[in-house]
Every structure is written in C-alpha cells, then in structure tokens.
C-alpha cells in the first residue's frame, strides 16, 4: 500500500477521533472576571459590617437589611453578567438610541414631584419599594454605548471640536440633567468617561485642553450657586475650621483610617461605623475598610481597582474592532474614575462629592449598571482570543498545524507519485 492510500485510509479515523477544544480565554479576561468578583465579595462583606449597626442604633429594624438588597441585586448582576459576556456588543448594540432616549426621558420623570423619590434633599431615584432604580446610573453607561457608537461610525469627528457637537451636546444634556438632581459627582464621572473616549478615538490635545477647561468653569459655577458644595469645598480646605459642620465627615474619615493602622481592628469592629461615620455604608465605605482592615486591606482594594484598569485598558488595546475599542475604554474609564474620585475624597485628597465605590459600596442601581459593563468587557476581552485546538489521541496541535499538517502530506504524496512514475 502506498503512502497516499495510507494516509487516505487513515484520514477518516483522525477526523472523527479529533475533538474541538476552546482555547484558554486571554489573560485580561481573567483579570477582569477575578477582580469583579474579589470585589464584589468584599463588597457583601463590608456592606453587612457597615450597617448592621443600624438595628442596634434603632435606625432600622433589620441589621441585615443592607446585606439582603446587595445579595439580590448581586444576584441580578452576576446574570446580566453572565448574559452580556457571551453577546454584549451584539445586543447592545442595537440598543444604543433607545437606551440613550429612555435614559433622557428617566432623568427629567425623576425630578417630577410625585414621580422622583427625595432623599435627604435630592431627587435621584424613581420607582417603588425594592424595584428602586437612580437613571443617572443607566445615563452613564448609555452614555458610554452612545459615544463608541458615534465615534466609530464617524472617526473625522475628533478633528474638530465643532465636529464633535453631536457628541458634546450628549454629554452636555446628561450632565445638566444629573446636576440637576443635584448629583454633581455622577456628572463628573459621566464627562470625565467620555473625555477618555475622544482621547482613545484621537482627539487633538489642544481640543481636549478647551474642553477640560470649560468642565472645570462648570463645576465651578455649579459649586458656587450651591450653598451644601461650598462647605464641603471649604471642609476639604480646611477641614479642621468646622469640624462639627462641614468637616465633620471628612476628619470622622480620617479617624478611622488612622485608628486602623497597618493591619486594622478587626472585621467588624469598627467604632467610627456607629454614627460617627455619616454614609459608612455607601459613600464611606473605603473608610471603614481602612479602620477594619487597615492599611493592608485598603491597598488590597486600590491593587484590585488598579489590576481592573490595566485589564480593561489592555482589552482596549488589542480589540480588532473601532466600537469595540473605544467601548472598552469607555466603560473601564467609568469603573476606574468612579473608584478614583470616592478613594481621593476619603483619603482627603478631593472634596466630598458623594460618589460611590464601584462594586464595594451600597448600591442597587450602580452595582447592576456596573456588573452588566464588565459583562461587556468581558465579551470584548474574549473576542481577539478565539482560537481552537485540536486534540487527537496523546498528541495536540492548533488548526494552523493541521492545516500544514495537511499540506506535507500532500507534498510527500505528490514528491513519492513522482518518483513511481520516473522508475516506471
């Protein structure tokens, strides 16, 4: 029997033996995956010590009340998670001007009489009961999917700052509307999100330089004309003027971190968390990490926000795609500027501005919306990677080596032909 024939009997047992096997997600899909869920752990951990003073303090009637919301809609997360990390560009897609519109549309019912539901003086949440949903949270991320939609299909945008009205004019809308709650951190994170995409789509430094500087003229003015941002404005200047007032919180924050020391006081130990602590559980959360954890467990969380950013940068990176690209960097520019902001301002290095700390604080609506963005990340992250192994027997090759596999065989088939018909 011939080589040839030998190789052609042989080639159907090697295809049916052979098993398709998918390869090893990248590494920055595991980064990614791993950070979220170190996080989002220590998140129900922290949240349940931060508030379960509540019911001994006559706050609240369930000390696990807290814990109870942040585990179902953790629960809720982890699916759309789950759900977008398969197909998040394919069905978000689509949905991008819708979103965007339904988002418009929450942020102005939200400031209704009636409709928006009041917390301590601002209007930033709309629904009832458990099913208690903040639209600025579901702006932002809209914002994010509506921008690499534009910048992609429209790459000459970035030449101008004229040409980029379309996209400004968003920002500029959502923004308005989230200060208008007043929620001036969430406005913050938006503009800062989609400063980071123009600079990924390839915006002229001189552009960005006027528009950074028209972002701080606005905050500025809406610090001004607010009396509440003012003191918090002056209580991080001097934060030991008013330290029953306007740096109450502030210098409250700066006493748990220094009673935590390098190794803390221990889980749930903390004394600062029992009324000291103003927002232990939402916006001062990291401090009560600090005191509890110390200085070790705060790096921990700076180390892990710090691995998600390089990760989501380095999935920026290397997707093949324009939308894919710039929405990568826009929604790990979200994660990572919201947890910049809320560690600055515990660790007193930037005013109080009430925003909370991705995945760790006390959330519903931030930590769906943040969740369902890493989703997307992670679907982005999975893409450049897809390759297939094929396994036969005790011996494993890619597809590229069978295909040349295929090509010798076919080479020593024709070079042993040609040698019979020579001898013959």
């Not at 047992?13 to 098993?19: F, M, Q, S």
């Not at 200060?179 to 406005?187: I, R, T």
């Not at 930590?367 to 027997?393: D, H, K």
């Amino acid at each position: 029997m011939s080589t040839a024939t030998a190789a052609r009997g042989r080639a159907p047992a090697l295809k049916k033996a052979a098993t398709k096997v998918k390869a090893a997600p990248p590494i920055e899909y595991s980064m990614l995956l791993t950070t979220t869920l170190c996080l989002l752990a220590l998140g129900v951990v922290m949240v349940f010590s931060a508030s379960s003073t509540t019911s001994l303090l006559g706050e609240a009637g369930d000390g696990a009340f807290y814990l109870k919301r942040t585990a179902l809609y953790g629960v809720f997360g982890l699916i759309a998670l789950r759900v977008l990390s398969v197909g998040g560009v394919n069905i978000l897609r689509p949905l991008t001007v819708p979103l965007m519109g339904l988002s418009i549309v929450l942020l102005v019912a939200v400031m209704i009489p009636g409709v928006g539901i009041e917390v301590n003086g601002a209007r930033r949440w709309i629904g009832a009961g458990l099913f208690q949903v903040q639209p600025s949270e579901i702006a932002k991320l809209a914002l994010i999917l509506y921008g690499a939609q534009l910048l992609a299909t429209r790459p000459k945008m970035t030449r101008s700052i004229g040409e980029m009205g379309p996209f400004l004019m968003a920002v500029a809308l959502v923004s308005f509307l989230v200060v208008m709650e007043p929620d001036l951190g969430s406005a913050m994170v938006a503009c800062f999100a989609a400063a980071a995409m123009l600079v990924v789509a390839g915006a002229r430094i001189r552009d960005l330089a006027i528009l950074g500087g028209a972002i701080c003229l606005v905050i500025a003015l809406a610090i001004m004309i607010e009396p509440y941002r003012m003191e918090r404005l002056t209580g991080f200047l001097n934060p030991g003027a008013d330290p029953s007032g306007a740096g109450f919180q502030a210098n409250q924050a700066q006493i748990a971190l220094g009673s935590g020391g390098l190794f803390g006081v221990g889980l749930g130990e903390s004394l600062q968390k029992a009324s000291y602590l103003p927002e232990a559980h939402t916006d001062m959360i990291a401090a009560v990490v600090g005191e509890e954890l110390g200085l070790v467990g705060l790096a921990m969380v700076v180390g892990l926000f710090g691995l998600f950013g390089y990760a989501g940068l380095q999935t920026a990176r290397k997707a093949r795609d324009p939308y894919a690209k710039l929405l990568a960097a826009g929604l790990t520019s979200l994660v990572v500027i919201q947890a910049v902001i809320n560690l600055f301002a515990v660790l007193g290095l930037a005013p109080l501005t009430g925003v909370p700390l991705p995945f760790v604080s006390y959330g519903n609506s931030s930590l769906l919306t943040l969740l369902a963005a890493v989703g997307v990340l992670l679907n982005i992250a999975r893409a450049p990677g897809a390759r297939l192994r094929v396994v036969s027997g005790d011996r494993s090759t890619t597809s590229q080596s069978r295909s040349g596999g295929r090509r010798d065989s076919r080479a020593r088939g024709a070079r042993t032909g040609s040698r019979r018909r020579a001898t013959g």
